[in-house]
């Protein structure tokens, strides 16, 4: 019995000053007590470093998670750029080769006795010295030796010098073993050119030849190359006084280092 009072009485003050917790927490108080003043302080920066850390990792996760998207997002991106420019290259090509070849109908329209065998340059001889070219077309096809090597607009290459079954050699204009007779478009002065080491046509004409810089070039049609031709325009003319003659520079207008496609031009079509 006296248990059960004590117990009574612990019950009855707890519920008094729960109830006076209440009412002082109704009247709207603005300052924290004693109490609880001294656990904010002991509290507040505990919670301060806890949520910034919180906060930290929190971040930390969530930039990670971006890189990672932006990481796939940027190889997504790359493998279309290599993808377009590879499309790109296709697309240039084949209007490369539809130019070369609408050149050539016109080429072959302007000169209707023009027989044109299309060929395509697998190799070139090793070796600095010599400009030999080796394509796919020989003797099965109807190539001979001597027939003329151009580009679908009537630029002269070279001419064939070696002729197998399926395949044919030929020596272009730059060879220094070259040699090809030419006449200045503007005058009509003619000359005889041939390759030099750098890469150049010179020509060598008469020292009363009338020819100045950029002056376009033709083969006249007295050697073994067919005539009207073009080789190129004149880059410098040198006079030679003592020796009576000029020695021009020609820049030819085929680039030698990207020859891919050619036309053989056969000997004695004209």
Excluded: C
């Amino acid at each position: 019995k006296l248990f059960r009072n004590k117990l009574l009485l612990i019950v009855i003050i707890i519920s008094i000053i729960l109830l006076a917790g209440i009412i002082m927490t109704s009247q709207g108080r603005t300052r924290p007590t004693i109490i609880e003043g001294l656990l904010g302080r002991i509290i507040s920066p505990v919670q301060k470093t806890v949520y910034s850390v919180g906060r930290f990792f929190g971040d930390t996760f969530s930039n990670l998670s971006e890189l990672r998207t932006l990481k796939r997002e940027n190889e997504e991106l790359e493998k279309e750029i290599l993808a377009l420019r590879d499309e790109n290259r296709r697309l240039i090509r084949h209007e490369v080769e539809n130019i070369g070849y609408r050149r050539a109908l016109d080429f072959k329209n302007d000169n209707n006795n023009v027989e044109l065998i299309g060929a395509n340059v697998t190799g070139k001889d090793p070796g600095n010295w010599f400009d030999i070219y080796t394509i796919d077309k020989g003797q099965n096809d109807g190539v001979n030796q001597n027939d003329a090597i151009v580009l679908g607009y009537g630029y002269l290459v070279g001419k064939v010098i070696e002729v197998g079954p399926n395949y044919s050699k030929f020596i272009a204009l730059t060879d220094q073993r070259s040699s090809v007779s030419i006449v200045v478009n503007r005058t009509r002065a003619q000359g005889i050119a041939k390759g030099n080491s750098d890469n150049d046509i010179v020509a060598i004409m008469p020292i009363e030849a009338d020819i100045s810089e950029k002056d376009d070039i033709f083969t006249s049609g007295y050697s073994t190359y067919p005539k009207d031709l073009y080789l190129g325009k004149v880059k410098s003319v040198e006079k030679q006084e003592r020796k009576l003659q000029k020695v021009v520079i020609i820049e030819p207008a085929v680039d030698f280092n990207k020859l891919e496609d050619v036309f053989v031009l056969k000997a004695g079509v004209r």
